[in-house]
């Protein structure tokens, strides 16, 4: 009898598919204002530090995508998770077990990595430094794990949490802004007595990202003549060929162990990412926060 392991539930994944997109760089009006251009470097602003943010976050929480129930902190089991699961339940969100895996998923949340990364590449950018607030991280602060989310399976249980934070910066009338930014982490345990099934969940799922990150990655090429990035950027996550040829590469994955359910495939982007279609890729990789598989785009530089 075959084991459906369904992109949405006990082996839900987050990975990363960088997408590449082409499109006419619109030409430079020589009459545009500081206004315009300051607003653009504020989206530039928000958008690096999101990457870093939901890069660093995800690639923490990948060793955790599939656990065995002996994985878990000392003082958590399976089984007393799963006889509290009515502290996880909307409109309750407390209670001893609750804290117990929220203190847990908060303890894996690398603020060092993230503040370092948003060191070297943001603060160490010139450009930025009127648009920072103070000294130190823009992520005033900090980052947060928010409430937990528990979905108890015949095999395994799927603890999901999301992680945010907020960015400071100063708009061109020198007030402070604040944006907030989120991404959401999955961890799928399985009881001890999985092992196999495990096993198996941790094979598709490296399969899963040679075939989106190795083999994917690059081979699409979006093209509109329409000058307007940021308008073919959003074009992208509704176009229906790409899409189904996406859909098309991931049932090769299916085995007669594994029957994957790829019909929550959705695509991200982020609007500002795309910056010129003449220039040459240099990447960092974006896996983004959701409870179904996310495909998401490589940045140009």
């Known amino acids: 009898m075959k084991k459906l392991l369904s992109i949405l539930g006990a082996t839900t994944m987050v ?4 997408l590449s997109v082409v499109a006419c760089k619109k030409k430079v009006n020589p009459n545009i204002d500081d206004e315009f251009d300051y607003d653009k470097l504020m989206r530039d602003f928000i958008d690096n530090i999101t990457i870093i943010f939901n890069t660093e976050i995800q690639n923490q929480f990948s060793d955790y995508n599939f656990i065995s ?27 001893i077990v609750y804290d117990k895996v929220l203190n847990w998923v908060s303890s894996l949340i690398p603020f060092d990595k993230v503040n370092s990364s948003i060191e070297e590449e943001i603060l160490s950018n010139i450009n930025y430094k009127p ?26 249980m799927t603890i999901s949490s999301k992680i ?50 190795d083999e994917s990655a690059n081979y ?55 910056i010129n279609a003449a220039g040459s890729s240099k990447t960092r990789t974006s896996p983004y926060d959701a409870r179904n598989t996310k495909l998401v785009r490589q940045k140009f530089v």
């Open 131 to 156: 648009i920072l607030v103070g000294n130190g991280s823009p992520l005033k602060g900090g980052i947060v794990a928010e409430e937990i989310d528990l979905e108890v399976q015949k095999d395994a």
């Open 69 to 95: 129930e002996e994985e878990l902190p000392d003082d958590l089991s399976y089984l007393e998770i799963v006889e509290n699961q009515d502290q996880f339940e909307k409109g309750n969100k407390s209670g």
């Open 220 to 274: 699409f090429r979006f093209s509109s003549d329409s000058g307007n990035l940021e308008k073919t950027a959003l074009e992208i996550p509704n176009n229906q060929v790409l899409i189904n040829d996406l859909k098309s590469q991931i049932q090769t994955l299916n085995t007669d162990e594994i029957l994957i359910n790829e019909k929550n495939l959705e695509l991200k982007v982020v609007n500002n990412s795309i």
């Open 15 to 18: 990975v990363s598919a960088p």
């Open 164 to 213: 945010s934070s907020s960015i400071s910066l100063k708009g061109k009338n020198e007030e402070i802004i604040t944006e907030p930014i989120s991404t959401t982490v999955i961890i799928n345990v399985f009881e001890d007595n999985k092992e196999e099934l495990l096993e198996k969940a941790k094979e598709f799922e490296n399969n899963y990202k040679k075939l989106i990150n």
